[in-house]
């Protein structure tokens, strides 16, 4: 048992921030389950051929995305401190492969190149100081919208992991774009598994009974198995009799039929070119593609920082986050290694949350996980066993504790709450953290420039806004300069 006072206490701060090392280990362990999905998934984005034809391979995307992100958390938690945990981004990484698809003159190693110089220059971003200033310019209520937006959106990625809510088929005589189970009809053993551990988890946690979350999570995973091991349920998607609506959205939860340890196939690392992208489509189009990249991680992280930090409650009076320009150094180097490692960038998960809502505090939690996702690039099978519909209701839990500090925005000032309003609605309605904090801040600069109070908005405040005029009309300026 770790002994307050002894060096690891100290070095994390651990009962400086109210936590304990047991704390921290279940924080640790509930983030890596929260997060292992991407181990899976990353290689079904990316594991495709680009123009040529040329594959990354899915066994191989699988090892390094679990190798990278294992080296990020623990860098994130033993240097910056913070049980902030990093994986591959999923908008940027969905973003690349459609730029893949549809840029014929483009390779794996020339994307991924533009994805390590936007790294490249978010570093440099971040060493002159100017991305802490972009983030201290926020003001404290959009910063509050940012921790409940964010809340919203682990509730709804949640929800729609396990089936609970789906996209409704576009067909001529319906106009609700999501709904209820299948045809508004909650269908399967995995819906099942949902319904149970969200009522277990709530259970636990109103009853403040320790390591809910985690307990919570590992329950749902064993009556999963149970329940695949008994009925067959099968996948979603891709089983031989097509569709089935009432299987695993993704993660088949079954234990491994061959071995549970393989040796990971690394040599994707280093496969990249920095420049290539320049060299196929042009200074001005490759341009605007890192752009957009640089866009997207540059917001993400920030609003993604903003509202796990307030939810450890590890922000001065002052709103700010101590020691902040280490986690945004760590964050940097993610886009930089993630493209180095053919991974697309990697970035602070909204996930992190559910380490922190079962107690974590401190880096300490963020070496357990990193730790895991490395042990992870052995044991791939075993990653399998847990599906989203266990670790779902974690993240809906989360998602409520996040939501529950919606009363600290000032919604009598309508030139911060309507702003306020657009960010946290806009999350999860457009499923982008960058979307949100877009809209949300041109709203705020109009708004007050409006009412006139222009000048009262950081100068930041204005540059930002700018820049999301331009990410918000990309298409029509690739259009006008036909790109």
Do not use: C
């Not at 005589?173 to 949902?194: A, E, H, I, Q």
């Not at 569709?243 to 079954?254: D, I």
């Not at 180097?333 to 493209?339: E, H, K, S």
């Not at 609605?425 to 949300?440: C, H, K, Q, W």
């Amino acid at each position: 048992m770790l002994k307050q006072g002894s060096v690891l206490d100290r070095y994390f701060a651990i009962t400086e921030r109210e936590s304990s090392f047991s704390r921290e280990i279940r924080g640790g362990l509930a983030t890596f389950f929260a997060m292992s999905y991407i181990v899976v998934l990353n290689p079904l984005i990316l594991g495709g051929a680009d123009a040529s034809g040329d594959e990354l391979g899915r066994e191989r995307v699988a090892a390094v995305t679990a190798l990278v992100a294992g080296v990020l958390t623990i860098v994130m938690g033993a240097w910056a401190k913070y049980p902030f945990a990093l994986a591959t981004g999923l908008g940027v990484n969905a973003f690349v492969a459609i730029t893949v698809a549809t840029n014929p003159g483009l390779t794996w190693p020339d994307i991924m190149g533009l994805v390590m110089l936007a790294g490249l220059t978010m570093l440099i971003l971040v060493l002159t100081g100017f991305r802490t200033a972009v983030f201290n310019a926020v003001p404290e209520s959009l910063k509050t919208a940012i921790v409940v937006g964010i809340g919203l959106f682990i509730a709804l990625i949640g929800l729609v992991n396990a089936g609970f809510v789906r996209r409704v088929p576009d067909v001529a005589d319906t106009t609700v774009p999501v709904g209820l189970g299948f045809g508004g009809v909650l269908l399967g053993w995995p819906t099942l598994v949902f319904v149970f551990g969200l009522i277990l988890t709530i259970a636990l946690v109103v009853r403040k009974v320790r390591g809910a979350i985690l307990i919570g999570v590992l329950s749902a995973t064993v009556l999963s198995v149970i329940l695949e091991a008994v009925f067959q349920v099968g996948p979603s998607v891709g089983g031989e009799q097509g569709p089935n609506p009432e299987g695993w959205s993704l993660v088949v939860p079954a234990l491994p039929t061959s071995s549970w340890v393989d040796l990971p196939d690394l040599s994707l690392v280093g496969n990249v070119s920095l420049f290539g992208a320049f060299a196929h489509l042009g200074g001005t189009a490759a341009v605007l593609l890192t752009f957009t990249i640089l866009l997207s991680i540059f917001f993400d992280a920030m609003g993604t920082m903003v509202g796990l930090a307030n939810e450890a409650k590890l922000v001065d009076a002052k709103g700010d986050i101590p020691g902040v320009n280490r986690v945004l150094i760590v964050d940097a180097l993610g886009a930089v290694a993630g493209g180095a490692g053919s991974v697309s960038s990697n970035q602070i998960y909204v996930e992190s949350g559910a380490g922190i809502g079962e107690g974590a505090r401190t880096g300490l939690a963020n070496v357990v996980t990193g730790l895991l996702f490395l042990l992870a690039m052995f044991l791939t099978p075993l990653i399998s066993l847990v599906p989203f519909e266990a670790v779902a209701p974690a993240l809906v839990v989360v998602g409520f504790m996040m939501v529950a500090q919606v009363g600290r925005i000032d919604f009598d000032d309508w030139g911060i709450a309507i702003p306020a309003f657009l960010t946290f609605t806009l999350m999860p309605f457009t499923y982008s953290i960058a979307n949100g904090l877009g809209a949300g801040f041109i709203a705020f600069v109009l708004i007050r420039a409006i009412q006139g109070r222009g000048r009262e908005v950081h100068p930041l405040m204005w540059a930002v806004a700018g820049a999301f005029v331009i990410f918000f009309g990309l298409g029509p300026i690739e259009e006008l300069l036909g790109l």
